[in-house]
């Protein structure tokens, strides 16, 4: 557990420098892993609740959706965040607390787990279908060859609706 008792900075801002790692259940199967991250940042009181301003460094190991090949996704990100206590969050047909851009968490204890905070982000850094590389060719869906290691002996496909255009010829 890496919980902070957010009221230690009740009086004045509390410094935090954590390495964790966290569960390897949790990820989707796209991720292969995540390394130690590294969280260092502050909190702080604020009149609504509290403020967590911190920067997460690690490193995911990612598979490619394409050629199915893992690669690394380094991880550099700023997490903002305000903290709120539940009994001020608002009702449904209230509109969100003012048109802030930071992150609202609600709490129903004064605690904060660091290790949810990072796993939050570690999902919302992966991309939807990660890809080793933007030009990643992938598989040939005839011989099942990698395509990034060369060209497969495959004939060039051909598209049937366009067959009949090849046949044709202008006439003379
Ligand atoms: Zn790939
Ligand atoms: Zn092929």
Redesign the pocket.
Known sequence: MHLIDLTRSDTQPLDFDQRLRLASESWGEDVVRVGELHLEGHVERTSQGYHLGCRLEGEATLRCVRCLGEFALALDEQVELELIPAASAPREDETRLGKTELDVVFFDAPSLDLAYVAAEQVLLSVPMKPLCKQECRGF??????N?NEG????PPETDARWATLQQWRPSE
Not at 140 to 145: A, D, E, I, Q, V
């Open positions: 040939c869906s005839r011989c099942g060859k395509l060209p497969c002996e495959c």
